[in-house]
């Protein structure tokens, strides 16, 4: 059975008000990363009315003593190792507030981020999102990882719409979510999913200049390289905007130098439009981009076989249906 444990006290607002908004932080093998997150929500303007729930996603040791400190925290926790998706999702069942906001363990919130948040709700977006700046600026390689991410999501960048967001930073009301169904139970890719869902909804994303959260990059080269392999795997098992040529050919090993050199392209692109002082940052952490972009397009050729093994696999079914 899942267990909420009240460690930091109660989850209400001054004066005993209800929660308007709910912060749900899922952690798995980020606790000393989560010291940094929730102090940044204690150093939080002037709000409105808040829980935070951190979800322990892997049976962290030492979570307990590090919510214990911060006020208005909630540990829950579920029945062995869970998914970013079912964590996220089942620290909103446990939570109260009309209003979720979802933050990972290894980000900080700006000071006005939770005001920022609600102002861009009640404009009537379906769901909303903020800049992803870098935590860990000095570090090259954190900075290559947040780069290769969250180039679309610059301080810089103006209000209006998008695609999709992460969920590191985007929130929703309660209502929008429950008809979305949640997030879905994947290992990657589940808040492109609910984000793009929610794009058809009415309302759309809304990009919060003023919604920031700064996120710690990855600072192992060997794991930097796993976690862009992962992600180029789900685009590749998952064709997400895949263009007809990359769909047919994206399984075939030669493809990989040729996705690699467009992904950059477009990176380039995407950062001269927003913040022409990303494009420095590109040429100067080539020696770290060029690797990165490969473990990506190897990724996808991984992924882009997966999954046409599995269409192979269901063609016969649907042939003799």
Known sequence: ?????????????AGGTEPEVAVVIPCRDHTDELEDCLASLDRLDPAPPHEILVVDAGNGQGLESVAAGHARVELVRGEGPLGPGAARNLGVAASRAPKLA???????????W?????????????????????ALPFHPIAVTDNLLQFYDLPAARRSGELDYFPACNLALSRARFETLGGFPDLGLGEDVQLTRAAAAL????????DMRVRHRGRTGFTDFLAHHRRFGFYRGSTALFARPLER?????????????????????????????????????????????????????VEGSRERQLAEANRAPRRAGA
């Open 102 to 112: 979802f933050l990972d363990a290894d980000c900080t919130a700006d000071p006005g």
């Open 1 to 13: 059975m899942d267990r909420v444990e009240a460690l930091g006290g109660l989850s209400v607002g």
């Open 114 to 134: 939770l005001t920022a948040l609600c102002e861009a709700l009640d404009t009537g977006a379906a769901a909303v999102g903020g800049p992803v700046t870098n």
């Open 202 to 209: 009415e309302g759309g994303l809304r990009f919060a200049p």
């Open 248 to 300: 047919r050919f994206s399984h075939r090993a030669l493809w990989a130098p040729f996705g690699a050199m467009r992904r950059l392209a477009y990176i380039a692109a995407r950062s001269a439009r927003h913040r022409p002082l990303a494009l420095l940052h590109l040429l100067l952490l080539l020696p770290l981009v060029v690797p990165g972009l490969g473990a990506w397009a190897l990724g996808v």
